[in-house]
């Protein structure tokens, strides 16, 4: 059993600087991808940068060139840093983990608010 606990969301204003951050416990011998989701009020859940055990990254299109993932060597933390933060950044981001098997892990979700 896997468990993600997400922290780092809050109030920002728009142009500012965000960082999440998402510890994972548990067995990750498997894993996949670590990946930030986020969903949106009345919207789907959608990719926000996905990062695989080898280090290659994706990102959302929305989200290029402003925000950038990361992890620790270890693989049991994931970090989005979000930079020009705009209203429409607006969400609750969730961590997320894959595993080759299929097997899907979510945390509880941290709230981003950006103001204009």
């Known amino acids: 059993q896997v468990q993600l606990v997400e922290s780092g969301g809050g109030l920002v204003q728009a142009g500012g600087s965000l960082r999440l951050s998402c510890a994972a416990s548990?067995?990750?011998?498997?894993?996949?991808?670590m990946g930030w989701y986020r969903q949106a009020p009345g919207k789907q859940r959608d990719l926000v940068a996905r990062?695989?055990?080898?280090?290659?990254?994706n990102y959302g299109d929305s989200v290029k060139g402003r925000f950038t993932i990361s992890r620790d060597n270890a693989k049991t933390l994931v970090y989005l840093q979000m930079n020009r933060l705009r209203p429409e950044d607006t969400a609750v981001y969730y961590c997320?983990?894959?595993?080759?098997?299929?097997?899907?892990?979510w945390g509880k979700g941290t709230l981003v608010t950006v103001s204009s």
């Open positions: 548990g067995n990750i011998y498997g894993l996949n991808t």
């Open positions: 990062i695989t055990t080898g280090g290659s990254t």
């Open positions: 997320n983990m894959r595993y080759v098997n299929g097997m899907d892990y």
